[in-house]
């Protein structure tokens, strides 16, 4: 074939040749109606070579830089930056662990001892006193009579230890015995009966003058009124003599059951339980009873011994009270009857401890009365001193 005339160009050439700018923006074709759609350019696939390389989270820095010529040697490198860092780090922190050791051995050193110690405390048994098996009626009585027989044989001197020659001076001296000693009340007595030794002269007595003689023995207008009230009872309803009988010992101003019990047991030989704080605190001990009322306590013990009993078994358990089984720190190492009591070992244990806890005879004192019996192993008590003279 021919050659086209050079003048015209062919539509080919048309379609190549495009103006400046025409290249940056170049309108989209528009298909007319009925046109079949272009065919879609023709494209390659990327070999797997030119897809992008996996990266891992070991190797993500590394993955940059990486060429495909050297994988291995760029892992070798990062692996032993990393190593480095971390040897780094350790040796930072082993670095302040030492200098905060260096800086306070001594608060290390004492808290470790405290925990030492308190784990120690938490972790040691606890001492557990030995459980009491449960005692019998019959088993608890035989317990108590031997109790009685071991105080008799400890005390065959017991005694009451208030000074008096007759029921009056007994009356009179027990109702002074409230909230105070024995011995402060036969140190105030001989005064007292030197100047009223009857209940006739002692129902005439001025209150004043009443008082200022039994002042040493405390609440003293509230005992003289009780004294004058009994003195007048006893001249005018029983002839001026103490009555015999508990019925109408009770009935005097100031009398209750135990001074009753006291004046009937020593001074008419009618058996009779005295319960004051001695008789019921070793009662409790004893496991007599478990009241605290002193009826209810002299109820319970009456239970348990013979009456022909009664006014020596207070006598001796007042005295045990008195000497031993104190209240507030007991002499349970020097007790002779430590093995049949249940309350052992609430005072103290060691013999020689206890041994200077011993009081009045026992523990080489004076006793309380003045004027005490002859068999009294110990000293009498001395007398009241004369009060200091005016200056």
Not at 116 to 124: D, G, H, I, S, V
Not at 160 to 187: G, I, K
Request: hydrophobic share 35%; with cysteine.
């Amino acid at each position: 074939m021919g050659e086209q005339p050079s003048g015209r160009a062919s539509s080919s050439d048309k379609r190549n040749k495009s103006t400046p700018g025409e290249s940056a923006v170049r309108k989209p074709a528009v298909r007319q109606p009925g046109a079949s759609r272009p065919a879609a350019p023709h494209t390659t696939a990327p070999t797997p070579a030119e897809k992008s390389p996996v990266k891992t989270s070991a190797g993500k820095k590394a993955a940059v830089n990486e060429t495909p010529e050297q994988p291995a040697a760029a892992k070798k490198a990062v692996a032993k930056k990393s190593t480095a860092k971390k040897a780094t780090a350790k040796k930072a922190v082993a670095k302040k662990t030492a200098a905060a050791a260096g800086q306070a051995p001594a608060r290390t050193t004492a808290a470790k001892k405290t925990a030492a110690k308190k784990t120690a405390a938490t972790q040691a048994p606890a001492k557990k006193t030995p459980a009491r098996k449960p005692e019998s009626r019959v088993a608890m009585v035989r317990r108590a009579r031997r109790i009685n027989r071991e105080l008799a044989e400890l005390y065959p001197y017991a005694h009451p230890e208030l000074d008096f020659t007759n029921p009056f001076e007994l009356l009179v001296a027990t109702v002074l015995s409230a909230q105070t000693t024995d011995l402060r009340v036969n140190q105030t007595t001989p005064r007292l009966f030197a100047v009223c030794p009857t209940p006739e002269d002692m129902a005439a007595m001025d209150p004043e003058r009443l008082e200022e003689l039994i002042r040493p023995t405390g609440f003293f207008r509230a005992k003289a009124k009780s004294l004058l009230g009994l003195s007048a009872a006893l001249r005018d309803r029983f002839g001026g003599e103490v009555p015999g009988r508990l019925e109408d010992l009770v009935t005097l101003p100031g009398v209750g059951r135990k001074t009753a019990n006291v004046v009937l047991g020593n001074a008419f030989g009618v058996p009779g339980i005295t319960v004051d704080t001695h008789f019921g605190r070793l009662a409790r001990r004893f496991g007599w009873t478990t009241a605290e009322d002193a009826e209810k306590v002299e109820a319970d013990v009456a239970g348990i011994f013979p009456k022909s009993e009664w006014t020596m078994l207070s006598h001796r358990v007042v005295f045990h009270g008195r000497r031993v089984c104190h209240s507030r720190k007991p002499a349970c190492g020097a007790c002779a009857i430590a093995p049949l009591c249940p309350a052992y070992g609430e005072g103290e244990t060691d013999p020689e401890k206890a041994k200077k806890l011993l009081k009045y005879e026992l523990g080489g004192q004076p006793g309380q009365r003045l004027k005490p019996p002859a068999d009294y192993p110990g000293q009498p008590a001395p007398p009241m001193a004369p009060p200091a003279a005016a200056s």
